[in-house]
């Protein structure tokens, strides 16, 4: 079985842009968590989705937002984008069990 | 609400010596525990997973740890280290049984084996 995968792996964009991320999850998986790592705040969950659904969220600003496709690929993003939203964004996948399988990460630098 | 404590943020170690990584949590509800791997410019691996039974469990690559309820701790070790085990170690809880997934997160324990 094909991995969780994430698109694009690098991204650079300036202060004020707006930035979309992708996740694909394991097949036949239909939750998918997005995660934020920095150095600072280190790793923060920030939603999940589940059959399309928004099941939880953290405590982020509403410029981030999320949905999920029917397919259970999944789409991040970031609104007016700040210096501070540089991170690894890092999306996981499960069944709905208590195991989450990470992607790579998406590398995003605001500048 | 939940919180993760490692008290090391890095350990250095020699090759083949034993290792323990430290974490403690807090919660008012009943948790799952987690520990993760990180290598560098990749995403997280799971090591192993405490649900419920044995306190005592084994994960991946040799390594294990032990819930310790009592002292909310959850350890990691292992007797005898690589290399190759360098990398960042996370903690991890999340709800028992809610339905809800999401992970808290340590801040994470830099382990460098040295040869």
């Not at chain 1, 969220?57 to 991040?76: A, D, Y």
Request: proline share 4%; aromatic share 12%; glycine share 10%.
């Amino acid at each position: 079985k094909a991995g969780v995968t994430q698109t694009p792996r690098y991204l650079i964009k300036t202060r004020g842009q707006q930035v979309t991320l992708s996740c694909s999850p394991i097949s036949g998986h239909r939750s998918v968590s997005w995660y934020q790592q920095t150095p600072g705040q280190g790793l923060q969950f920030l939603f999940e989705y589940f059959s399309e659904t928004q099941r939880n969220k953290g405590n982020f600003p509403g410029r981030f937002s999320g949905r999920q496709f029917s397919n259970s690929r999944s789409e991040m993003n970031v609104s007016t984008l700040e210096l501070g939203d540089s991170a690894l964004y890092l999306c996981a996948s499960s069944t709905g069990g208590d195991e989450q399988f990470f992607g790579p990460g998406t590398r995003l630098t605001v500048l | 609400a939940q919180s993760v404590t490692q008290l090391d943020s890095q350990v250095p170690v020699f090759e083949e010596a034993p290792v323990e990584l430290r974490c403690n949590y807090s919660s008012s509800v009943s948790v799952y525990l987690f520990w993760y791997v990180q290598y560098p410019n990749q995403g997280l691996q799971l090591l192993l997973k405490y649900l419920s039974g044995s306190t005592l469990v084994k994960g991946i690559n040799g390594f294990e740890a032990e819930f310790n309820k009592s002292q909310t701790s959850f350890h990691l070790r292992k007797p005898s280290v690589h290399i190759s085990d360098t990398a960042e170690y996370f903690c991890a809880v999340s709800d028992l049984g809610t339905g809800r997934r999401a992970l808290t997160f340590g801040s994470g324990t830099r382990l460098q084996v040295q040869p």
